[in-house]
């Protein structure tokens, strides 16, 4: 096609009505494909759109990118957003407490700012022209496919398609040949840095995390906070292991160890759970003004989930912190509110809302 521009200029002329008409019927079949795919999946695509517009809130506060990462930033502009009262009914349906933005350019301008991510794109865009001057078309098509993917998912974030965007981009320029021979030196250079036995570490963290998680799960928390201490050092970084560990804490009385560690569990996830379990830290230690501001917090995060709504009305039934009108507030919530998939921990909560409310009649 590059070499031969005149014959397709000369095609175009001749047979510009066919091709309008093909490419009209192209476009329309791609809608439609569209409209099937978003209709199959309709709050899954929603989802995605409102993880998108939060991100976006989060890049307005954090132009210079987040110092804590993009989970921190995420559930801070999350929780503000909510917290305002003014959004549509399906984005508290389709809220969640990802853990990535689901499209690199954003997770990028987030996490390294915004002025250094549009010259990282300048670049790319230099390197691709660069690579249709040097006819790199192959190359190019696929340094392209990745840029398509990045868009709504996070391959940047797997190391082996971060090496093959930086390969793609050294090849748009020196070749497919010189490339290959990057990629070995590349991977050399990695086993002489001794960065293999960093992953290797990892790995066996992750297979000790594992056991550690089944006494976690099985109950055995005094066996499972060791074995959660023995890997910290590799695992620090990760909000699911950090929160994990801070459960098991709490789970045996040592509420201020928890609350070290789920603190640091806040700036690695956005789930609410880990303000749920602050909270009943502060509430089990009778701190229940700091409980009631993280039971908030986390309804505010995502206000479609009961639970802590129901943590709320347990403690506005304490009798140190006794609040009828507050409590009654959040009975109702928990009564009423619909739940995105109902269990039977849902039925818990709810009978025991009105166990409370029938005691607290019987003592007046």
Same mark, same amino acid.
């Given at each position: 096609?590059?070499? !031969?521009?005149?014959?397709?200029?000369?095609?175009?002329?001749?047979?510009?009505?066919?091709?309008?008409?093909?490419?009209?019927?192209?476009?329309?079949?791609?809608?439609?494909?569209?409209?099937?795919?978003?209709?199959?999946?309709?709050?899954?695509?929603?989802?995605? #759109?409102?993880?998108?517009?939060?991100?976006?809130?989060?890049?307005?506060?954090?132009?210079?990118?987040?110092?804590?990462?993009?989970?921190?930033?995420?559930?801070?502009?999350?929780?503000?957003?909510?917290?305002?009262?003014?959004?549509?009914?399906?984005?508290?349906?389709?809220?969640?407490?990802?853990?990535?933005?689901?499209? =690199?350019?954003?997770?990028?301008?987030?996490?390294?700012?915004?002025? #250094?991510?549009?010259? %990282?794109?300048?670049?790319?865009?230099?390197?691709?022209?660069?690579?249709?001057?040097?006819?790199?078309?192959?190359?190019?098509?696929?340094?392209?496919?990745?840029? %398509?993917?990045?868009?709504?998912?996070?391959?940047?974030?797997?190391?082996?398609?971060?090496?093959?965007?930086?390969?793609? %981009?050294?090849?748009?320029?020196?070749?497919?040949?010189?490339?290959?021979?990057?990629?070995?030196?590349?991977?050399?250079?990695?086993?002489?840095?001794? %960065?293999?036995?960093?992953?290797?570490?990892?790995?066996?963290?992750?297979?000790?995390?594992?056991?550690?998680?089944?006494?976690?799960?099985?109950?055995?928390?005094?066996?499972?906070?060791?074995?959660?201490?023995?890997?910290?050092?590799?695992?620090?970084?990760?909000?699911?292991?950090?929160?994990?560990?801070?459960?098991?804490?709490?789970?045996?009385?040592?509420?201020?160890?928890?609350?070290?560690?789920?603190?640091?569990?806040?700036?690695?996830?956005?789930?609410?759970?880990?303000?749920?379990?602050?909270?009943?830290?502060?509430?089990?230690?009778?701190?229940?003004?700091?409980?009631?501001?993280?039971?908030?917090?986390?309804?505010?995060?995502?206000?479609?989930?009961?639970?802590?709504?129901?943590?709320?009305?347990?403690?506005?039934? !304490?009798?140190?912190?006794?609040?009828? !009108?507050?409590?009654?507030?959040?009975?109702?919530?928990?009564?009423?509110?619909?739940?995105?998939?109902?269990?039977?921990?849902?039925?818990?909560?709810?009978?025991?809302? =009105?166990?409370? =409310?029938? =005691?607290?009649?019987?003592?007046?």
């Amino acid at each position: 096609m590059h070499r !031969e521009k005149r014959k397709w200029k000369y095609l175009w002329r001749k047979y510009w009505r066919r091709y309008l008409a093909w490419g009209t019927a192209g476009v329309l079949v791609l809608a439609l494909a569209g409209a099937g795919v978003f209709f199959l999946k309709p709050d899954s695509a929603l989802g995605r #759109l409102f993880l998108w517009k939060i991100a976006c809130r989060a890049i307005a506060e954090h132009p210079w990118g987040c110092p804590w990462g993009f989970a921190y930033a995420y559930g801070e502009a999350q929780e503000k957003y909510f917290s305002s009262g003014n959004y549509a009914a399906w984005e508290e349906r389709v809220a969640g407490s990802p853990e990535y933005a689901f499209n =690199e350019y954003l997770d990028c301008a987030l996490n390294i700012s915004l002025p #250094l991510t549009i010259i %990282l794109l300048c670049m790319i865009v230099m390197y691709l022209r660069i690579g249709v001057m040097y006819r790199q078309y192959g190359v190019c098509g696929a340094l392209l496919s990745l840029l %398509l993917f990045s868009f709504s998912s996070y391959p940047m974030h797997i190391p082996g398609f971060m090496m093959a965007g930086v390969f793609l %981009l050294i090849a748009c320029r020196e070749g497919i040949l010189i490339g290959k021979f990057l990629i070995v030196g590349a991977w050399l250079a990695v086993s002489v840095a001794g %960065l293999g036995d960093k992953w290797k570490q990892e790995e066996d963290a992750c297979r000790k995390w594992a056991h550690a998680r089944m006494l976690y799960q099985l109950g055995s928390h005094a066996a499972a906070q060791k074995a959660y201490e023995e890997i910290r050092p590799a695992l620090d970084d990760r909000g699911a292991f950090l929160f994990e560990y801070g459960h098991s804490l709490h789970k045996s009385g040592n509420y201020e160890e928890s609350d070290w560690i789920l603190r640091a569990a806040t700036y690695r996830s956005n789930a609410p759970m880990i303000r749920n379990v602050m909270g009943k830290n502060c509430q089990a230690m009778g701190f229940y003004w700091q409980a009631e501001a993280y039971y908030l917090s986390a309804v505010h995060l995502l206000p479609g989930r009961i639970y802590p709504y129901y943590l709320l009305a347990k403690l506005y039934a !304490e009798p140190e912190y006794r609040n009828r !009108e507050r409590f009654e507030e959040m009975k109702r919530i928990v009564l009423t509110k619909e739940p995105k998939v109902y269990s039977t921990a849902i039925k818990e909560m709810r009978d025991e809302v =009105e166990k409370i =409310e029938n =005691e607290w009649e019987i003592r007046q």
